[in-house]
Protein backbone atom coordinates (compact mmCIF):
# COMPACT_ATOMS: atom_id res chain seq x y z
CA UNK A 1 0.00 0.00 0.00
CA UNK A 2 1.42 3.91 -0.95
CA UNK A 3 2.09 5.73 2.22
CA UNK A 4 -1.34 7.23 3.86
CA UNK A 5 -2.13 10.72 2.91
CA UNK A 6 -2.48 11.85 6.03
CA UNK A 7 -0.31 9.95 7.97
CA UNK A 8 4.21 9.71 8.55
CA UNK A 9 6.61 6.84 9.31
CA UNK A 10 4.71 3.98 7.78
CA UNK A 11 1.42 5.16 9.86
CA UNK A 12 -2.02 4.21 8.40
CA UNK A 13 -4.54 6.34 10.06
CA UNK A 14 -4.24 10.66 10.24
CA UNK A 15 -2.60 11.36 13.46
CA UNK A 16 -2.54 14.57 15.64
CA UNK A 17 1.64 14.43 15.60
CA UNK A 18 0.91 14.67 11.32
CA UNK A 19 -1.48 17.33 11.54
CA UNK A 20 0.52 19.07 14.04
CA UNK A 21 3.63 19.24 11.86
CA UNK A 22 2.44 20.27 8.97
CA UNK A 23 -0.13 23.13 10.27
CA UNK A 24 2.85 25.07 12.61
CA UNK A 25 5.84 23.65 11.09
CA UNK A 26 7.22 22.07 13.96
CA UNK A 27 6.51 19.90 16.93
CA UNK A 28 3.76 20.94 19.04
CA UNK A 29 3.40 19.85 22.70
CA UNK A 30 -0.04 19.87 24.64
CA UNK A 31 0.39 21.10 28.50
CA UNK A 32 -2.10 19.63 30.72
CA UNK A 33 -3.48 21.49 33.04
CA UNK A 34 -6.05 22.12 36.35
CA UNK A 35 -7.54 24.96 36.38
CA UNK A 36 -9.46 23.84 40.23
CA UNK A 37 -12.78 23.70 38.38
CA UNK A 38 -15.40 20.97 39.34
CA UNK A 39 -18.48 18.95 37.12
CA UNK A 40 -21.93 19.48 37.02
CA UNK A 41 -22.48 16.06 37.66
CA UNK A 42 -20.08 16.11 40.58
CA UNK A 43 -22.02 18.93 42.67
CA UNK A 44 -25.70 17.51 41.82
CA UNK A 45 -26.71 20.24 38.88
CA UNK A 46 -26.84 17.48 36.54
CA UNK A 47 -26.26 14.31 38.83
CA UNK A 48 -23.96 13.28 41.58
CA UNK A 49 -20.72 11.20 41.62
CA UNK A 50 -19.69 12.09 38.07
CA UNK A 51 -19.33 9.73 35.37
CA UNK A 52 -18.47 6.11 37.02
CA UNK A 53 -14.86 5.72 34.96
CA UNK A 54 -13.98 9.43 36.59
CA UNK A 55 -11.24 9.61 39.10
CA UNK A 56 -11.36 12.13 42.12
CA UNK A 57 -9.00 14.41 39.08
CA UNK A 58 -11.84 14.62 37.11
CA UNK A 59 -9.84 12.53 34.43
CA UNK A 60 -6.65 14.48 34.97
CA UNK A 61 -4.28 12.32 36.01
CA UNK A 62 -1.24 13.79 33.92
CA UNK A 63 -2.41 17.34 34.34
CA UNK A 64 -0.83 20.14 36.76
CA UNK A 65 -0.86 20.14 40.57
CA UNK A 66 -4.50 22.16 41.08
CA UNK A 67 -2.53 23.86 44.13
CA UNK A 68 -0.28 25.38 42.67
CA UNK A 69 -1.12 28.57 39.67
CA UNK A 70 -1.63 27.64 36.28
CA UNK A 71 1.56 29.66 34.88
CA UNK A 72 3.80 27.24 37.53
CA UNK A 73 1.78 24.58 36.14
CA UNK A 74 2.53 25.50 32.65
CA UNK A 75 5.94 25.68 33.09
CA UNK A 76 6.64 22.53 35.44
CA UNK A 77 5.55 20.51 31.98
CA UNK A 78 6.53 22.38 29.54
CA UNK A 79 10.32 22.59 30.96
CA UNK A 80 10.57 18.53 30.95
CA UNK A 81 9.46 18.70 26.79
CA UNK A 82 11.74 21.84 25.70
CA UNK A 83 14.57 19.89 27.17
CA UNK A 84 14.05 17.31 24.20
CA UNK A 85 12.32 20.04 21.72
CA UNK A 86 13.68 23.52 22.12
CA UNK A 87 12.03 24.87 19.02
CA UNK A 88 8.69 23.75 19.93
CA UNK A 89 5.01 25.20 20.37
CA UNK A 90 2.49 24.23 22.75
CA UNK A 91 -1.27 24.12 23.44
CA UNK A 92 -2.24 24.98 27.24
CA UNK A 93 -4.99 21.93 27.86
CA UNK A 94 -7.61 22.10 30.05
CA UNK A 95 -8.05 18.89 31.43
CA UNK A 96 -9.28 18.42 34.81
CA UNK A 97 -13.07 18.12 35.08
CA UNK A 98 -15.78 20.44 33.32
CA UNK A 99 -13.47 23.45 32.06
CA UNK A 100 -16.09 25.62 30.89
CA UNK A 101 -18.17 25.34 33.81
CA UNK A 102 -17.70 28.59 35.93
CA UNK A 103 -18.46 32.59 35.23
CA UNK A 104 -17.30 34.13 32.47
CA UNK A 105 -15.09 36.32 34.11
CA UNK A 106 -13.13 33.38 35.60
CA UNK A 107 -12.52 31.62 31.98
CA UNK A 108 -11.08 34.75 30.56
CA UNK A 109 -8.66 35.39 33.16
CA UNK A 110 -7.92 31.20 33.57
CA UNK A 111 -7.69 30.61 29.58
CA UNK A 112 -5.73 33.99 29.26
CA UNK A 113 -2.93 33.94 31.60
CA UNK A 114 -1.77 30.84 29.42
CA UNK A 115 -2.11 31.76 26.26
CA UNK A 116 -0.10 35.20 26.86
CA UNK A 117 2.62 32.80 27.32
CA UNK A 118 5.47 32.60 24.55
CA UNK A 119 5.02 29.70 22.18
CA UNK A 120 1.87 28.89 22.86
CA UNK A 121 -0.35 28.72 20.06
CA UNK A 122 -3.88 27.77 21.40
CA UNK A 123 -5.70 25.94 23.62
CA UNK A 124 -7.48 22.62 24.00
CA UNK A 125 -10.50 22.99 26.53
CA UNK A 126 -12.11 19.67 28.05
CA UNK A 127 -15.72 19.80 29.01
CA UNK A 128 -19.38 19.13 28.63
CA UNK A 129 -22.06 19.79 26.22
CA UNK A 130 -24.54 20.84 28.48
CA UNK A 131 -22.23 23.11 30.01
CA UNK A 132 -20.81 25.56 27.65
CA UNK A 133 -23.37 28.42 27.76
CA UNK A 134 -24.54 30.73 25.18
CA UNK A 135 -22.53 33.97 26.42
CA UNK A 136 -19.27 31.05 26.45
CA UNK A 137 -19.87 30.62 22.81
CA UNK A 138 -19.26 34.05 21.72
CA UNK A 139 -16.72 34.40 24.08
CA UNK A 140 -14.63 31.22 22.78
CA UNK A 141 -15.85 32.47 18.88
CA UNK A 142 -13.92 35.84 19.56
CA UNK A 143 -10.91 33.99 20.94
CA UNK A 144 -10.66 31.06 18.01
CA UNK A 145 -10.61 34.81 15.69
CA UNK A 146 -7.54 35.21 17.19
CA UNK A 147 -5.65 32.00 18.26
CA UNK A 148 -6.57 28.17 18.33
CA UNK A 149 -9.53 27.06 20.48
CA UNK A 150 -10.19 23.20 20.59
CA UNK A 151 -13.16 22.13 22.59
CA UNK A 152 -12.92 18.40 23.54
CA UNK A 153 -16.71 16.84 24.15
CA UNK A 154 -16.75 13.15 26.26
CA UNK A 155 -19.43 11.40 24.34
CA UNK A 156 -18.09 7.68 25.20
CA UNK A 157 -20.98 6.19 23.13
CA UNK A 158 -24.14 6.80 21.48
CA UNK A 159 -26.08 4.43 23.14
CA UNK A 160 -28.79 5.81 25.83
CA UNK A 161 -28.33 2.48 27.55
CA UNK A 162 -24.83 2.51 28.14
CA UNK A 163 -25.52 6.52 29.23
CA UNK A 164 -27.50 5.58 31.41
CA UNK A 165 -25.32 2.61 33.28
CA UNK A 166 -22.08 5.04 33.47
CA UNK A 167 -23.96 8.21 34.57
CA UNK A 168 -23.23 10.44 31.95
CA UNK A 169 -25.97 12.88 32.47
CA UNK A 170 -26.09 14.03 29.32
CA UNK A 171 -28.24 12.74 26.61
CA UNK A 172 -27.16 12.27 22.92
CA UNK A 173 -29.58 15.25 21.49
CA UNK A 174 -27.93 17.76 23.73
CA UNK A 175 -23.98 16.58 22.40
CA UNK A 176 -25.42 16.63 18.55
CA UNK A 177 -27.11 20.07 19.96
CA UNK A 178 -23.73 21.39 21.02
CA UNK A 179 -21.72 20.00 18.10
CA UNK A 180 -23.53 21.98 15.79
CA UNK A 181 -23.54 25.35 17.81
CA UNK A 182 -19.30 25.17 17.57
CA UNK A 183 -19.02 24.16 14.70
CA UNK A 184 -21.45 27.18 13.29
CA UNK A 185 -19.00 29.18 15.54
CA UNK A 186 -15.73 27.52 13.09
CA UNK A 187 -14.74 25.51 16.19
CA UNK A 188 -12.99 22.36 15.90
CA UNK A 189 -14.18 19.72 18.17
CA UNK A 190 -12.35 16.77 19.59
CA UNK A 191 -15.00 13.50 20.79
CA UNK A 192 -14.19 11.08 23.18
CA UNK A 193 -15.47 7.66 22.67
CA UNK A 194 -14.56 4.93 25.23
CA UNK A 195 -14.47 0.81 23.61
CA UNK A 196 -14.80 -1.82 26.43
CA UNK A 197 -17.75 -0.11 28.31
CA UNK A 198 -20.33 -2.55 30.62
CA UNK A 199 -23.11 -3.90 28.28
CA UNK A 200 -21.26 -2.94 24.95
CA UNK A 201 -20.56 -5.27 22.07
CA UNK A 202 -18.62 -4.56 19.21
CA UNK A 203 -21.50 -3.61 16.90
CA UNK A 204 -22.34 -1.02 18.99
CA UNK A 205 -18.77 0.52 19.86
CA UNK A 206 -18.34 0.52 16.05
CA UNK A 207 -21.81 2.05 15.61
CA UNK A 208 -20.54 5.15 17.64
CA UNK A 209 -18.06 5.88 14.98
CA UNK A 210 -20.26 5.59 11.91
CA UNK A 211 -22.02 8.01 13.80
CA UNK A 212 -19.63 10.36 14.40
CA UNK A 213 -18.60 10.27 10.66
CA UNK A 214 -22.61 11.83 9.98
CA UNK A 215 -21.51 15.14 11.56
CA UNK A 216 -18.98 18.05 11.83
CA UNK A 217 -16.27 16.68 14.06
CA UNK A 218 -12.18 17.79 13.77
CA UNK A 219 -10.92 15.33 15.39
CA UNK A 220 -11.48 11.79 17.81
CA UNK A 221 -10.20 10.16 20.68
CA UNK A 222 -10.33 6.65 21.15
CA UNK A 223 -9.90 5.38 25.09
CA UNK A 224 -9.56 1.81 26.20
CA UNK A 225 -12.12 1.66 29.47
CA UNK A 226 -10.19 1.17 32.79
CA UNK A 227 -10.38 0.91 36.57
CA UNK A 228 -9.35 3.25 38.63
CA UNK A 229 -9.19 2.84 42.14
CA UNK A 230 -11.66 5.09 44.24
CA UNK A 231 -13.68 5.01 41.52
CA UNK A 232 -17.62 4.21 41.44
CA UNK A 233 -16.48 1.66 38.70
CA UNK A 234 -14.00 0.15 40.72
CA UNK A 235 -16.79 -0.63 43.38
CA UNK A 236 -19.08 -1.87 40.45
CA UNK A 237 -16.05 -4.11 39.29
CA UNK A 238 -15.02 -5.58 42.67
CA UNK A 239 -19.08 -5.90 43.55
CA UNK A 240 -19.90 -7.76 40.13
CA UNK A 241 -16.56 -8.41 38.18
CA UNK A 242 -17.52 -7.90 34.22
CA UNK A 243 -15.63 -8.78 31.25
CA UNK A 244 -13.09 -6.33 30.23
CA UNK A 245 -11.87 -6.37 26.99
CA UNK A 246 -8.34 -8.04 26.10
CA UNK A 247 -5.34 -6.29 23.99
CA UNK A 248 -6.19 -8.46 21.43
CA UNK A 249 -10.06 -7.55 20.89
CA UNK A 250 -9.47 -3.93 21.81
CA UNK A 251 -6.93 -3.63 18.77
CA UNK A 252 -9.45 -6.07 16.71
CA UNK A 253 -12.40 -2.80 17.40
CA UNK A 254 -9.86 0.18 17.03
CA UNK A 255 -8.53 -0.78 13.84
CA UNK A 256 -12.01 -1.80 12.23
CA UNK A 257 -13.22 1.64 14.15
CA UNK A 258 -10.49 2.96 11.88
CA UNK A 259 -11.33 1.59 8.58
CA UNK A 260 -15.03 3.39 9.27
CA UNK A 261 -13.50 6.49 10.15
CA UNK A 262 -13.42 9.50 7.73
CA UNK A 263 -9.70 10.25 6.69
CA UNK A 264 -10.01 13.41 7.33
CA UNK A 265 -10.86 13.36 10.94
CA UNK A 266 -7.90 13.75 13.00
CA UNK A 267 -7.30 10.83 15.94
CA UNK A 268 -5.65 12.86 18.59
CA UNK A 269 -5.66 9.63 20.64
CA UNK A 270 -5.88 5.71 20.32
CA UNK A 271 -5.08 3.81 23.69
CA UNK A 272 -5.71 4.63 27.31
CA UNK A 273 -2.44 6.08 29.65
CA UNK A 274 -3.24 5.09 33.23
CA UNK A 275 -1.41 5.67 36.43
CA UNK A 276 0.31 2.53 37.40
CA UNK A 277 -0.06 3.20 40.68
CA UNK A 278 -4.01 3.64 40.05
CA UNK A 279 -4.57 1.17 38.05
CA UNK A 280 -6.63 -1.74 38.70
CA UNK A 281 -7.18 -3.12 35.27
CA UNK A 282 -6.17 -4.13 32.51
CA UNK A 283 -3.17 -3.90 33.60
CA UNK A 284 -2.36 -4.21 29.30
CA UNK A 285 -2.99 -0.76 29.38
CA UNK A 286 0.05 -0.17 30.79
CA UNK A 287 2.56 -0.72 27.84
CA UNK A 288 1.35 1.97 25.77
CA UNK A 289 3.86 1.23 22.58
CA UNK A 290 2.90 -1.96 22.41
CA UNK A 291 -0.57 -1.53 21.85
CA UNK A 292 -0.02 1.66 19.80
CA UNK A 293 2.47 -1.12 17.48
CA UNK A 294 -0.07 -3.84 17.77
CA UNK A 295 -2.55 -1.42 16.08
CA UNK A 296 -0.12 -0.52 13.29
CA UNK A 297 0.80 -4.11 12.96
CA UNK A 298 -2.81 -5.57 12.33
CA UNK A 299 -3.54 -2.18 9.70
CA UNK A 300 -0.39 -3.89 7.42
CA UNK A 301 -1.13 -7.20 8.52
CA UNK A 302 -5.22 -5.75 6.53
CA UNK A 303 -3.50 -3.54 3.84
CA UNK A 304 -5.83 -1.40 5.70
CA UNK A 305 -5.92 2.51 6.62
CA UNK A 306 -8.19 4.91 8.05
CA UNK A 307 -11.75 5.45 5.96
CA UNK A 308 -11.29 2.21 3.70
CA UNK A 309 -14.56 1.60 4.22
CA UNK A 310 -16.00 5.24 3.85
CA UNK A 311 -17.74 5.58 0.86
CA UNK A 312 -16.69 8.71 -0.28
CA UNK A 313 -18.81 11.26 -2.46
CA UNK A 314 -16.96 12.19 -5.60
Same mark, same amino acid.
Given at each position: ???????????????????? $????????????????????????? $?????????????????? !???????????? &??? &???????????????????????????? /?????????????????? %??????? %? *? #????????? =??? $????? +??? !??????????????? *????? *???????? @??????? +??????? !??? !? #??????? &?????????? %???????? /?? +? %????? =??? /???????? @???? #??????? *????? @?????????? +?????????????????????? @???????????????????????
Amino acid at each position: MKEFEFGENNKRYHTLDYFY $KHKYGTKVFKVSLNAGFTCPNIDGT $KGHGGCIYCSKLGSGEFA !GNEQKDLVTQFY &EVK &EMMHKKWPSAKYIGYFQAHTNTYAPLSI /LKEKYECILNLPNVVGLN %IATRPDS %I *C #EECLDYLEE =LNK $KTNIT +IEL !GLQSIHEKTARAINR *CHTLT *CFEEMVYK @LHNRNIP +IVVHIMN !GLP !G #ETKEMML &ETVSYLNTLP %IWGIKIHM /LH +I %IKGTA =LAT /LYEKHPFP @LLTR #EEYVDIV *CDQIE @LLDKHIVINR +ITGDPKKEDLIAPTWLLKKFCV @LNEIDKELKRRNSYQGKKVNYKK
